[in-house]
């Protein structure tokens, strides 16, 4: 009985984990991606208590080297497009624009900034037309059409599958 518990739970799990959903994507510093069509996307901003708060984006691992999207002083709208060069990613905020270098991948990540502190983790909920972001320290909250890169369904199976080959492996021998 305990073992149809499992096998049933473990399917239940790999179900609600292979649909690309937003609230499945990696804890901590979120990962985005225009999508495949997609080679620009919209956000709006909704202003903050702050007048010192800023949202950027930057290539994954790089947050130094970021791109200013918003600085919070009232409603604002911005279309950031993004432009392949051979086997490099661009992004900027005018269509061709190469302001931002992401490197072989258009995935990218964001993070707000107020006047001392860069915060990359923040609450995300995600809607049918996109996600909203909202940042507690700063108080900013940004629509987006862009969704989060989820965590694909066959890296949950590779490893649900090599558990229980170890466990059968373990009880035969």
């Not at 518990?5 to 649909?19: G, H």
């Not at 931002?100 to 993070?111: E, Q």
Request: charged share 15%.
């Amino acid at each position: 009985m305990k073992k149809r518990c499992f096998i049933v739970f473990m399917a239940l799990a790999v179900c609600y984990c292979a649909v690309g959903h937003p609230k499945n994507a990696l804890a901590g510093v979120a990962v985005w991606s225009p999508g495949n069509n997609n080679l620009a996307f919209q956000m709006d901003l909704t202003p903050a208590r702050h007048t010192e708060c800023s949202l950027y984006m930057y290539k994954r691992g790089d947050m130094d080297n970021g791109l200013l999207l918003f600085q919070d002083r009232f409603f604002n709208s911005s279309t950031i497009y993004f432009t392949q060069a051979g086997d490099t990613w661009y992004a900027g905020l005018a269509a061709d624009s190469k302001a931002l270098n992401l490197g072989a991948s258009s995935a990218f990540s964001l993070y707000f900034c107020d006047s001392i502190n860069k915060y990359a983790s923040y609450d995300i909920n995600a809607t049918r037309m996109g996600s909203i972001l909202y940042d507690a320290n700063t108080g900013m909250r940004i629509y987006t059409s862009a969704n989060q890169v989820p965590i694909p369904a066959s890296a949950l199976l590779l490893c649900t599958g090599l558990i229980g080959l170890i466990g059968f492996r373990r009880r035969k021998g």
